[in-house]
């Protein structure tokens, strides 16, 4: 076993142990709903997803990429619209006179 997959054990289950004693007693629960949302879906015939998984799990490659866009994604995406935020629309987030406290401490 190597170090590395070891640490990542360990860190995952410390992680891990918090959401499992919430949700002790309640796993029967869940699955029910599942259930229910499954057969749900399969009596609306939309019930696609063992075959779109199947189709992504011969193609790891499809699953690696998606993983890393997943993650990020979401820094580049948060980022580039704060940038055009500041950019083009910052007149729109000016302090005005109306907006600035008087001396009374009363809002203008």
């Avoid at 076993?1 to 919430?22: D, E, F, K, Q, Y």
């Avoid at 696609?48 to 994604?73: C, K, V």
Wanted: proline share 3%; charged share 15%.
């Amino acid at each position: 076993m190597r170090l590395g997959s070891s640490a990542c054990s360990w860190s995952r289950s410390c992680a891990t142990r918090p959401c499992a004693a919430v949700a002790d007693g309640q796993r029967a629960h869940a699955i029910t709903n599942g259930q229910n949302v499954i057969d749900f879906e399969k009596s609306l015939h939309t019930f696609f997803e063992p075959g779109l998984q199947q189709i992504f799990l011969s193609h790891r490659w499809t699953i690696d990429f998606a993983n890393f866009m997943y993650l990020n994604s979401h820094f580049v995406v948060t980022t580039s619209f704060l940038v055009w935020l500041y950019i083009f629309r910052n007149q729109n987030f000016l302090l005005r006179p109306q907006h600035v406290q008087g001396r009374d401490g009363g809002w203008r």
